[in-house]
């Protein structure tokens, strides 16, 4: 089994449930008292936020850099990045280290594409949603048609990300207006939607949806369990 490195922190509510997926998946798949062997570098996530939010991302993806080299010298055989929205800089965290990187998109949307989906809802942060290093890649990689919510909708699901899940609150008028958002997409003809920011799967979950729901932390732990041991 191959060690995975983990760059959390971002926020630790979602790497927490990462921690849990991979060690119930290695449990599940070796059996007996397995579990898997992982590095946890985890960031404080009030460095990151206002980086992220005044557009500093050479400053964040330097912090991020200096994560996965750090698990690269502690032995890890390659690294999963604990967030949707950091993958801005997947491409330069990769330049940077000499173990692979498992891209969350990239695992998403093999899962999609093996449900036989074209159409997919993108819910995650302002930037996960309104930005193409995510959507480009499903589009240009997978030739996935991605819907994204309308730019009131998006502000809505960003602020209850950062000011309520990320924190930790999960609270039923939030997960309404989720839920609404997300009928609203099935209703534009979407055949899926990706839970695209790891908080979101703490309060959304399968059977709130007409639709097959992707939930991006789980679908990246699962794979992280099956590359360290492939």
Known sequence: MKTIGLIGGMSWESSIEYY???????KTKLGGLHSAKTIMY????AEIEPLQNQARWEEAAQLMVAAGQSLERAGAGFVVLCTNTM???ADE???NIRIPLLHIA?????????????KIGLLGTRFTMEQDFYKGRLMDNYDLEVLTPDSGECETIHRV???????GIV???SRDQYLTIMEKLVQAGAQGIILGCTEIELMVHDGDSPVPLFPTAKIHAIA???YALA
């Not at 985890?42 to 996530?45: E, G, H, P, T």
């Not at 093999?110 to 074209?118: E, F, N, V, Y």
């Not at 990300?161 to 924190?167: N, P």
Request: one cysteine or more; a neutral charge.
């Open 20 to 26: 849990r997926i991979i060690n119930e998946t290695a």
């Open 42 to 45: 985890s960031v404080d996530f």
């Open 87 to 89: 993958h801005k800089l």
């Open 93 to 95: 965290l990769q330049r």
């Open 106 to 118: 990239d695992a998403t949307a093999q899962k999609i594409k093996a449900a036989g989906l074209r």
């Open 161 to 167: 990300i950062y000011d309520e899940l990320c924190q």
């Open 171 to 173: 609270k039923q008028e």
């Open 224 to 226: 992280a369990v099956e």
